[in-house]
């Protein structure tokens, strides 16, 4: 019998066959499944005309079962153990769980993020396995709808997508310039900042639009020399050339201390750097992915702890 014959099945009647088969006695089965002692006598009727076998006869110690029945006795507690899996799922335990996610990130996010979350990974999910994709691709709200990757964690999408998300880092903006710049020598002012050759990368391209528009209403106009994707040369092209590049705090800051480069706060610029994480339906209610979602924000929520004490 395929699929679409058991469309034409009462399946509830197994599960009087069960409890049937442990009671072996009707009025006592009746009261277990909290019916009648009639329905259930009903149901031991049907139950013969389907398995066409009287299941259960009468004896001298009470209704014994038949040797269909005993046949049956396995294979029906097999088959309900697999149902109630199924509508009820065994608890989640992220030390057992065998998986691959997929999470598109810019890579100078992911290297800040990254280093706590595979500590985390390796000693509380050690079957869990983390890829990482091109986070700059405009593609990657779209990979999330197709199955493509799991999560996105990067700036806001541009324009509203059916997906779900949530905040994952705040921060304001600095200048980062190479050490012994010339612009370090004398006041920092928005003037000089803006008279400097800039450098733009991805990450920083929700900043660009905000502080073109705050150097406009002051007059000024930016000069972008150069526009890189990575975030990682964006750095290194500072480090070698007198280049000022503007990104979000928390980078600044912790690229100052990995090659030498120097912070300075955006003069007069109060706009603000949030890096947000999104999801499609799909992965919303999967216990796997909700688990990383929220070891993921404890990461993340550490770091701007550590941020702001600074």
């Not at 996610?101 to 100078?108: K, N, S």
């Not at 079957?127 to 091109?134: A, K, N, P, T, Y």
């Amino acid at each position: 019998m395929d699929a679409v014959g058991l469309a034409g099945q009462d399946l509830n009647l197994l599960v009087a066959l069960h409890v049937l088969l442990h009671e072996r006695h009707v009025s006592r089965a009746a009261a277990r499944l909290g019916v009648s002692q009639p329905a259930m006598s009903r149901a031991l009727k049907r139950l013969r005309e389907l398995f066409d076998d009287p299941l259960l006869v009468r004896g001298s110690a009470g209704m014994q079962p038949t040797s269909r029945a005993l046949e049956l006795g396995p294979k029906l507690a097999v088959c309900l153990a697999g149902v109630r899996d199924l509508l009820q799922p065994a608890a989640f335990d992220p030390r057992t769980a065998t998986a691959t996610i997929r999470v598109a990130a810019p890579e100078l996010l992911a290297y800040r993020l990254l280093p706590g979350l595979l500590r985390t990974l390796a000693s509380e999910a050690p079957g869990v396995v983390l890829e990482l994709v091109d986070g700059a691709s405009t593609a990657s709200s779209q990979g999330l709808a197709d199955g493509a990757i799991d999560l996105r964690v990067g700036p806001p999408p541009a324009a509203a997508t059916p997906l779900h998300g949530c905040p994952l880092l705040d921060s304001g903006w600095a200048c980062v310039l190479r050490e012994r710049h010339p612009a370090l020598r004398g006041e920092w002012t928005l003037e000089r900042f803006a008279g400097l050759d800039h450098l733009d990368d991805a990450l920083a391209d929700p900043c660009a639009r905000e502080l073109d528009a705050a150097l406009a209403e002051r007059g000024l106009v930016r000069r972008v020399a150069v526009r890189v994707a990575c975030s990682a040369l964006a750095s290194l092209l500072v480090a070698e050339t007198d280049l000022a590049w503007t990104t979000a705090d928390w980078s600044a800051r912790l690229l100052a201390r990995r090659i030498g480069l120097v912070v300075r706060p955006v003069p007069g610029v109060s706009s603000r750097f949030c890096a947000v994480m999104a999801w499609a339906e799909r992965c919303d209610r999967d216990p796997l992915h909700a688990w990383f979602r929220g070891v993921l924000r404890a990461q993340a929520a550490g770091l701007d702890s550590s941020s702001s004490s600074r």
